[in-house]
Structure formats: C-alpha cells, structure tokens
C-alpha cells in the first residue's frame, strides 16, 4: 500500500512540474499562433533585495549602444509586486520586472526579457537572449544619490542614475550611462 501511494504521489508531483513540460531550448511554450514565449528560469535565477523604490525607465540618452542598427533605449524596472509575481512564476511574454528595449533595424522595437535577473540598492543585473539569439548580459551600478534627486525632480538629472557594462554577444560596451525617467 505505502508503494502505490508513493508512486501516485510521486507521479502526481512530476505530472505538475513545469520543468518536465517546457522545451528543451530554455523557453517556455507559446500559448497560441504567433505568440512569444518568456523565458524559462534555471532554480534559483531571480532574485530582488531593494529597500527602495527604483521602478522606471533608465534611459540611454544619444551614446549607441550596439552593434550596427542595434541600440539600447532603455532598462525598465519595476515595481514590488511586478517582481514578486514574477518570481512566483506569473509571467508575460511580453513584459518582465526587467528588460531592456533596443532600436532594432527598421525602427523597430525589441524587448529583451531576463533569463536571470538580481536586483538590490545598489546593482541591477540581468541575462536575456534577444531575437537573433545573441546572448546580453546588463550589469549596472546605481547611484543612490543620483536616482534620488531625480525622483524628487521626476527627472531631468544630467547625472547618471546607473552606469552600466552591457554585453551583447561578443561585443561590450562600457561606461554606459543611464539617466532616471518616471514615465508618462
């Protein structure tokens, strides 16, 4: 009798795992024709520690970040909740508690969703993969000060709230520096 129930029991967890379900290349499966698929996380890949509130847009400003017609716009960072959904497994295809947006060629849009992710007071980091399957990694040092006077301003701070290293690929880029911005 204990066999058979510890079979079933095992069998029953195993059947709810999403790890024996998602494809083998590291993304989850679209739901549905043309739909994106966010990525799936390895045990342990996202974390948050921030005491404050860092949520929204750091911008690039004119310096190009990327090669060619690849360029970083932005990181966006979220809010508490965003980031607590997430990490329970609530995810979009579409958005993340923290991406990166790039100008792509055409004047298009691409956001970059996290692989990994861990954000505190003092560092944001994250991997993704972008359309082409080039791999970028984003480390970037807050400056606590900074974010601070532009929060109380709602931005306009000529100095950078972040400076960042950005890999994508094989290329890095270094000394980025983003500016805080709340958003419309």
Not at 103 to 129: F, N, W
Not at 150 to 174: F, H, K
Request: aromatic content about 8%; hydrophobic content about 35%; charged content about 15%.
């Amino acid at each position: 009798m204990r066999t058979i129930i510890l079979l079933t029991t095992t069998a029953l967890v195993l059947g709810g795992c999403d790890m024996f379900n998602a494809p083998a290349n590291g993304e989850r499966a679209s739901s549905g024709p043309g739909a994106t698929s966010a990525p799936a996380p390895a045990a342990g890949a996202f974390s948050h520690s921030q005491s404050e509130d860092l949520s929204g847009y750091y911008m690039a400003g004119e310096a190009q970040v990327g090669p060619g017609d690849f360029s970083l716009t932005h990181l966006f960072v979220g809010q508490a909740q965003e980031f607590g959904d997430w990490e329970a497994g609530e995810r979009s295809a579409t958005f993340a508690p923290v991406m990166l947006e790039f100008l792509a060629p055409g004047e298009t849009t691409e956001r970059v969703l996290p692989t990994s992710y861990s954000v505190s007071d003092d560092r944001i980091r994250m991997t993704g993969t972008n359309a082409n399957g080039d791999r970028i990694a984003f480390d970037g040092q807050l400056n606590a000060g900074t974010l601070a006077t532009a929060r109380r301003n709602l931005g306009g701070s000529e100095e950078p709230a972040i400076t960042a290293t950005i890999r994508i690929g094989d290329q890095s880029y270094s000394g980025v520096k983003l500016n805080w911005y709340g958003g419309d």
